[in-house]
């Protein structure tokens, strides 16, 4: 049976475990500040699936992790990432749609999970220099 995801099940962003608003996090390289923290950017693998076939990607079900995996080794593909978790968050919460002003910026990957019908992007990050 299918798991019904709702509000933030279907994407969301945690440093240290916390959530974050989406729009605080960028995966464009910049200047960064201090100490590494653990960032996780979980979206929906049926909502990713369908952005990423959407925009003309060769991916598939079995193929999502691995393609995922590969290409969020680049911080362009990190930073597209996030802007489909900030549309999804706006979304879910009918809230108003805001710049990006990074308070952390995304830097490493070191793991990409599938579990639960999530796709779990699993990584570094730093707070942004001001």
Known sequence: MTQVLTG???A???IDGEAVDPYDVTGVEQSVLGTPHEIEVHIAASILLHELQESDVDVSETTLRDFVATDSQNPRAREAYLRIARAIAWHSSRGQQRAVVPRWVWQ??????????IIRLVGRCTAAKE
């Open 12 to 14: 969301r962003v945690l």
């Open 8 to 10: 933030s099940q279907r």
């Open 108 to 117: 490493v990957i070191e793991d990409v999970q599938s579990r639960d019908g």
